[in-house]
Every structure is written in structure tokens, then in C-alpha cells.
């Protein structure tokens, strides 16, 4: 069954993780300002000068902190009325995450509608844009737009019915006689299979990058990256966080990728059935099952794209030890010849540049064709939203 994503389950979930967030001292704050007139803030605000300064309503609050990927945890000011602000910045035009702490309990801002949500409420997170003096490479421009399709599927080797979500470029319905590469783009832990188009924007770098003619039109398959788990991402098959135990079974996703996910896209889509016209990208932990599954599976995929991780999170060959490369190394000349590219990318600051870098030697050792970029950034949605621009255009050459 496919339907187009609604937008009232965003905002289904948005009040259910909000209201969950909102815990019992900081509900108190605002319960306390919702009965005085004028208390109202303004957060997140952002200035021509591109500083943006944040507010929170919390009068009873003994400390009050906000954290970002835009730089160090700044300690908030109390003002009147029991408003605490703080101003950072300038900030590079860009989409940033924040949150709030107060008393050492973390919520989203109150008064911001933009919500990052995902798998693992702790993540939750709220979000900001800085402008810069023309539209950005990932925002909604007046050109052909495709289309964001969710699909339940019943995944026969996971016993579970699942989610996952489709990007059908412009003129996909009307060009009945076409058919397309598929590009399967995986997500990382605490993401879902909604990330990509909703943080990640991947929909809208795609509409402009097929607007100015750098690639051509291909499928996107976005799916649920947690082996076992059910459909909408309830949680079933992944450890509590901080477990230690597996996020999901890995040979259980690998299976309903290779199994399920594949020859459903194939049969329900007018694809390029063949290994030359398939390929598989991800970040973080989608990155590992990326390269392990791509690697381990070069009758299916001739391309690879590796961001901001080594070759963890992988499926069955991690379960038993086993390297991809290794094997890869048995024959490189027969392995260069499968691989049309292997694109491996992360950032000099992101804590998954060791795993990065041992891979990148690995290959380099093993005579592996690849590329490897060390770039600027952390492991942060700024990083990948660059990297799925600059890789689009290689893709399928």
C-alpha cells in the first residue's frame, strides 16, 4: 500500500514528544507564565547579523543551559519576568540543532514549532535556520518537484510489517516508458526512515540538483534501519539506550534489505533491475551497514558511499568477524573491476573519523579503488547534506 506521508502524524508526534519532554518542573515554569498576560517569548530569534538569540519562560529554574551543534553548551542569563536568554553567533547560514537544560533536565524549546524527532526520544531536539543572502542548496526552490512516498510492506524474512519511504523524482508518473537507477539511502542510529527527507532534505537537494541538469533522475529508498523493529518505528527489536546490546539485528535488516526491500522496489517500480544501476549510501550507523552490505554484496551493488563511518553496524559478515575488505583483497583486480565507486567521506572533527581512516588504509592496502575525502565538520546533518549533494552527481555514471 502506498500513501503520501501525512503531515497530521507529524504533528501527532511532534505533541506526543513535546508533552512527554516537558517534564514536571519546567511544565510548572510555563504554567506559571501562561497565567500572567504579556510573559510570552520569542525563541528561537534571529538577528540580521545572523546572532541568534534563545529565550525560555522558566521562573522557578536555578540554571538554565542551551546546547547545539553550532558550538559549546552556553549558560542562559535569568531576566524579568523569569525569562532566560543567551545569544550566540554570527552563525554560518545553515539549519542548526538545540536544545534546553534546566536543572539538568533537557527538553526542546517550548515556544519553537521545529522539532527534530526520531527514534530515541532522548534525541529530540529543536531546530533553527540562519538564512544566508540567497536560497541554500536544500531548500525548496522553484523548479519540478518529486514526490515523498511512504510504503508498508510485510517483510517475510523479518516477520514484520514495515516502513519505508520512496523519493520518485519529477515526471516519474508520466514518463510511463522510463526506467531508473534506485539509490537505497540509509540512515543512522536514533534516526528513521524519515530522517533523510525531513533533516536531511535529501528530496529538495535532488529537485535542484536535477533542475540545473548535474545528474539525472533516479529512485530513492529510504528504509527503517533496525532489524526486527515494525512499521512507524515503534521500537521493537533495538536495545534501551545505553544497553549495550545491539541497536536492532543487524542480519535481520541486512536480510530484509537484500530479501524483502529490493525485489519489492523492482517489482513495484519501474527500476533498472541490476546491479550496475544500484546503489547503497548511508551516515553513521547506515554508513557501516552501507559499506558492509555494498562490499559483501557486489552482485547487487557496483556502488558504495561510506559518510562519517568505518565499517561498523554491519549485518551477518559482523556477526561472524569477517572483513569485507579481506575478502575483497583475495582478488582487488577482479574487486576494481565490480566496483564502478567506492566513497568514503567524514568529517576531521567527528569522532567516526578513526573508523574512517582505518578503512580508508584497509582499502589502500588491500588495492582497493576509493575515494576518500576528510572534510570540515562533525558528525552532524550539515555534514550529510553536503556529502549527499557532491555524491549525487558521481552516482551511476
Request: aromatic share 8%; with cysteine.
Amino acid at each position: 500500500m502506498t500513501r503520501r506521508i501525512s503531515d497530521r502524524r507529524l504533528v501527532a508526534t511532534f505533541a506526543a514528544v513535546m508533552a512527554a519532554a516537558t517534564v514536571a518542573a519546567t511544565a510548572a515554569a510555563q504554567e506559571v507564565g501562561a497565567r500572567r498576560p504579556g510573559t510570552a517569548v520569542t525563541s528561537p530569534e534571529v538577528a540580521a547579523d545572523r546572532r541568534v538569540t534563545f529565550r525560555l519562560l522558566a521562573p522557578e529554574a536555578k540554571a538554565v543551559a542551551v546546547s547545539g551543534d553550532f558550538g559549546p553548551d552556553t549558560e542562559m542569563r535569568k531576566g524579568d519576568g523569569g525569562v532566560w536568554s543567551a545569544t550566540v553567533g554570527p552563525l554560518d547560514p545553515e539549519m542548526y540543532v538545540y536544545f534546553f537544560t534546566v536543572d539538568g533536565v533537557r527538553l526542546p524549546d517550548p515556544s519553537n514549532p521545529q522539532v527534530k524527532i526520531g527514534y530515541v526520544t532522548t534525541t529530540t531536539t529543536s531546530l533553527v535556520t540562519v538564512p544566508g543572502n540567497g536560497p541554500a542548496f536544500y531548500d525548496v526552490q522553484e523548479v519540478p518537484h518529486g514526490e515523498i512516498r511512504t510504503l508498508l510492506y510485510t517483510s517475510a524474512s523479518n516477520h514484520a510489517t514495515r516502513e519505508l519511504t520512496v523519493y520518485v523524482p519529477p515526471g516519474y508518473d508520466e514518463a510511463r516508458n522510463r526506467r531508473y537507477p534506485v539509490l537505497y539511502l540509509l540512515h543512522g542510529f536514533a534516526n528513521d526512515h524519515h530522517s533523510w527527507h525531513r533533516y536531511g532534505r535529501a528530496n529538495d537537494i535532488l529537485d535542484n540538483l536535477l533542475a540545473k541538469g548535474a545528474i539525472a533522475p533516479f529512485l530513492v529508498v529510504m528504509p527503517l534501519g533496525y532489524g526486527g523493529a515494525r512499521v512507524n518505528g515503534d521500537g521493537t527489536g533495538i536495545a534501551p539506550e545505553g544497553a549495550g546490546a545491539p541497536r536492532g539485528d543487524p542480519a535481520l535488516y541486512e536480510r530484509d534489505l537484500l530479501e524483502d526491500v529490493i525485489p519489492m522496489i523492482d517489482r513495484k517500480y519501474r527500476t533498472i533491475a541490476d546491479r550496475k544501476h544500484r546503489a547503497v549510501v548511508g551516515f553513521s550507523m547506515g554508513g557501516g551497514q552501507a559499506g558492509r552490505y555494498g562490499l559483501g554484496h557486489l552482485d547487487t551493488f557496483s556502488t558504495v558511499g561510506i559518510m562519517s563511518a568505518g565499517l561498523g553496524g554491519g549485518g551477518s559478515a559482523a556477526a561472524q568477524g569477517a572483513d569485507p575488505v579481506a575478502a575483497l583483497a583475495a582478488d582487488p583486480g577482479k574487486a576494481n573491476k565490480q566496483i564502478d565507486l567506492l566513497w568514503i567521506a567524514c568529517g576531521k572533527d567527528d569522532a567516526a573519523m578513526k573508523g574512517a581512516a582505518a578503512l580508508h588504509e584497509a582499502l589502500g592496502k588491500a588495492g582497493i579503488e576509493h575515494t576518500f575525502l576528510e572534510t570540515e565538520g562533525a558528525h552532524h546533518w550539515r555534514v550529510w547534506r553536503r556529502y549527499l549533494r557532491d555524491l549525487a552527481p558521481l552516482l551511476f555514471k
